[in-house]
């Protein structure tokens, strides 16, 4: 692309393209389910390969590749990737956007909250812009999401109760999985987590018919570890265990990992050793996080020293 302005129908089909991808920005996993047996990061990079540079179609697979790191908690990569593609100045808005997003969610995860009101600032006038245009009820969801990873509670409760009003009869398995995903977050945010709790099976209730396995996935993991919190350990592992069959090798290890590790705490503090044994020889300690990592150690040692 030569010219530096968005030409409408670009920018239209960029937003026709978010709104068909599950009505998320992003969503690499209808994506990489139509080649299953090729890992999905493995599969994206050929089709890419395949792809001329900054077409419409290049610009929804890069839109996938931020999604798949995001999820698997590939910050460092996302970081990196998403600040060269911000140097794009033609990209369509819709991809900007997501730009500006995980650029915040990044800076959020680093503590740097000079960088996180600066692109928190940019997602939500570009998302704002979006939403007043199209009425797509995605976009204040992922508004909402925003201003509460970003600790702007209030603001985030107001931009939620404003798209259930709006949107009250949609019956969007995802639109309802999401908005009430977020009113727990809040909820959680304030202590409040019998409210949490409330939310987070109301948002597995709406997802679970649906095929999208990974919203299921952390649907359940979401709840038990709610439970867990409130000290209903029964509930937590009963949870936990109904998310693994949903789980896809080669495509939900991380969070395969995430539960096997919470169960492995569970069965722990409910003195069932053998189980949490099983459950430990399960996580795959290269792909988790460095507090997944420290809880790893802690579970390990415990279970060490239990004999």
Known sequence: MKSRHIPITLLCAGLLIAAQAAEHLSDHEEFCLQQPATPCAIFLQQALEQTQLQTLQWFKLQSYRLD??????????????????????????????????????????????????????????????????????????????????????DKAWQLLLQAEQRFSKILNPAFIFELNSNKALIRHAFQQLDDAAYYRKLALDAILPSQRHHDIIVAHGNLARTYQLQGQLGLAVDYYEKSLPYMRPGIDDLQQSIHCLRLSELYLALQAPAKARGYLQQVNSSILSDGHQALLRQVSAALHASG
Do not use: C, W
Request: net charge negative.
């Open 68 to 153: 798949y790191m995001y999820v698997n908690h590939q910050f460092r990569q996302l970081y990196d990737e998403s600040n060269q593609l911000l140097k794009i100045n033609d990209a369509p808005q819709a991809f900007r956007t997501q730009l500006y997003f995980y650029q915040a969610k990044v800076a959020i995860s680093r503590g740097d909250e000079a960088q996180t009101a600066y692109y928190t600032e940019l997602a939500s006038r570009q998302l704002d812009a979006i939403y007043q245009a199209f009425a797509d009820p995605m976009r204040v969801l992922e508004l909402a999401n925003l201003q509460a990873v970003a600790g702007h509670y």
